[in-house]
């Protein structure tokens, strides 16, 4: 404010910048693309007017272009990258540079910054339309997301040399044959296209040799990861093989988000298991398993590391970072029914309560987290000079210096000034943090406890345990294609209903329900749709024995009241007592004041 109010846009727009940057450490990728296109906006009126802009500026302007374009992207933000371009137009790059320039230590920096800018100015013409039109088809548009995907193929088909980019058009269009075959050729290109590249062509020696390993990495990872998308899942194999063979068995350890590499790998035995025999498939759904098993630990324990805040919960916001819980859970229940068909009840249980865990622990570990800390601190009042927020901000601040750190060491040309300050800073924060953590010992005694102990996930017996006479849970989770329902009856009947249901179409009903709750418009029929999907289980039990409901919804779901679902042409309400949950687990945090037997909806 003070830069802006003082004309000085181009220092405004660098505190935007940094503003974003902090936001998108903490995964609050909206927020970062606000401040990102705000930034942008203020540089292209310090351009437009005339202002001198240095070299360093511009460097700083191309990386905030690719930092706002790489973020659009991830987000399959298809107007973001539209903004992108119109945002670029004001500036100019040049283009068709000899990529020897790269090598020259005068004019390097620039060169690469044109180039990539240039490679991602001419990608976003297509993801623009191409990410509008998945957008439209999850919304239901069927038409508009035909024409959207028309577009961006005819784009995409004008540029010859972009052959993965092609494949990727296709990839979202479902059309995986031809994606595969867009690929392969991609992938032969490949070999010679990084064989003249001259930061490998003319480099000697180790440096060199570790470069090239380095290339030839990222493209089989590539390979991989893309092959699972299209659900080519055994030639996917052929290159997780060839990375172990070349990088050993635990290569994905030095990989900055390692549970999403094995996430893909839990995705690839899962998916060569439900194309197999019985046999078969029970092992590889349990390799999957165990694959999505590492990459949940190895994401709690990230976790784990941060304070225990909102900071802390951003890591799970993410839209990439829940898909291993869904798939866990997923996988878990394909166990679970394979064994029910078989007539093995006992370890049918078993992977019921497994795929239970699983998505109580994506849906409720940061509410028990925030509910744990509440239970000890919620005495505590929060002011400016209070111990525990100085605490939390000094949490924080380390999270921050430690991302800022890893940053700068990726750069092509890192700056050791740069990693110095920060590992400098850094060191006085973990200093100041252990004071910190001293004075709030002698304080709060419980304090080590409260910040170093996991919050417990309620297990399917102690849930029984704890639910009152006459009563089940009906839980739900819902990605993709699926539909998962647990019911969990007092009585110990338990069982997993799972429902081939496109995800988005739920969203979609459960919007229209809830807008025709609001607007006072005609519900029945969309009572009657959703009751039928998702009161099934309640089939297996009358109100002769049963009286009471807890509802723990996923998603959209919790936009809805459950009482006002039909179920055999009645509402649930007249049938049941009904409580929502936000988790199962949360049930063991209600107020012995208000008995579990008194609980109405809501």
Request: hydrophobic share 35%; with cysteine; aromatic share 10%.
């Amino acid at each position: 404010t003070l830069f802006t109010s003082l004309e000085a846009k181009v220092n405004a727009a660098q505190c935007l910048t940094a503003i974003g940057d902090i936001h998108e450490v903490l995964n609050d990728y909206t927020s970062a693309l606000v401040q990102y296109e705000a930034a942008m906006d203020l540089f292209t009126e310090a351009y437009n007017r005339g202002m001198p802009i240095i070299e360093d500026i511009k460097r700083f302007i191309g990386m905030l272009f690719l930092t706002h374009y790489l973020l659009a992207v991830n987000l399959t933000d298809g107007e973001a990258i539209e903004r992108f371009q119109e945002k670029l137009a004001a500036f100019s790059y040049p283009s068709d540079l000899d990529p020897n320039l790269i090598l020259d230590p005068s004019t390097g920096m620039n060169t690469m910054i044109s180039i990539m800018v240039n490679n991602m100015k001419r990608n976003a013409i297509v993801f623009g339309p191409l990410y509008k039109a998945v957008k439209m088809r999850d919304k239901g548009d069927l038409k508009k997301a035909k024409e959207s995907f028309r577009k961006a193929e005819e784009l995409v088909d004008n540029m010859p040399q972009e052959l993965f980019l092609q494949a990727v058009v296709r990839g979202q269009q479902k059309k995986y044959h031809e994606a595969k075959i867009l690929f392969d050729r991609f992938m032969q290109t490949n070999q010679s296209l990084m064989d003249n590249n001259p930061l490998l062509l003319f480099s000697e020696g180790k440096q060199a040799k570790t470069r090239r390993k380095r290339e030839l990495l990222n493209l089989w990872k590539r390979a991989a990861t893309f092959l699972v998308k299209i659900k080519y899942f055994d030639e996917a194999l052929l290159y997780i093989e060839k990375i172990e063979n070349q990088y050993g068995k635990e290569w994905y350890k030095k990989e900055e988000r390692n549970w999403l590499i094995l996430t893909d790998y839990g995705e690839m035995f899962e998916g060569m298991g439900d194309i197999s025999s019985n046999d078969r498939a029970h092992q590889l759904w349990y390799k999957g398993l165990k694959y999505y098993s590492k990459a949940i630990n190895l994401l709690e324990d990230q976790r784990q590391n941060l304070s225990k805040d909102d900071f802390k919960s951003s890591l799970g916001s993410g839209k990439s970072i829940k898909n291993q819980y869904f798939f866990a859970t997923r996988v878990s229940t394909k166990i679970y029914h394979s064994y029910i068909k078989s007539h093995q009840p006992s370890q049918a249980s078993t992977y019921l309560q497994k795929s239970f865990y699983f998505a109580e622990l994506n849906k409720s570990k940061d509410l028990l987290d925030l509910i744990e800390d509440g239970q000890i601190l919620r005495n505590e009042t929060l002011s400016e000079d209070n111990p525990i927020l100085k605490w939390r901000e000094t949490n924080a601040k380390i999270t921050l210096l430690k991302s800022f750190i890893s940053k700068e060491r990726q750069n092509q040309t890192p700056s050791h000034i740069a990693i110095k300050n920060y590992e400098n800073k850094l060191v006085n924060a973990k200093k100041t943090l252990i004071e910190q953590e001293e004075f709030l010992k002698n304080q709060i005694p419980e304090f080590y406890d409260l910040i170093y102990s996991k919050a417990a996930i309620i297990s399917v017996q102690k849930l029984q345990g704890t639910l009152p006479k006459r009563s089940c849970l009906l839980q739900y989770y819902y990605q993709d294609q699926e539909l998962i329902i647990w019911f969990i009856h007092k009585n110990g009947d338990n069982k997993i209903f799972s429902i081939d249901f496109d995800a988005k179409n739920l969203d979609r009903k459960v919007q229209k329900f809830s807008q025709s709750c609001r607007e006072l418009l005609p519900w029945k029929q969309h009572s009657e749709e959703l009751g039928e999907l998702l009161l099934t289980p309640l089939l297996e039990t009358s109100p002769t024995e049963t009286d009471k409901v807890f509802v723990v919804p996923h998603g959209e779901l919790h936009q809805i009241p459950f009482s006002t679902l039909s179920l055999n042409n009645k509402l649930l309400v007249e049938l049941y007592t009904i409580a929502n949950l936000p988790s199962a687990s949360s049930i063991t945090y209600l107020r012995p004041t208000q008995p579990l037997s008194y609980l109405n909806s809501g």
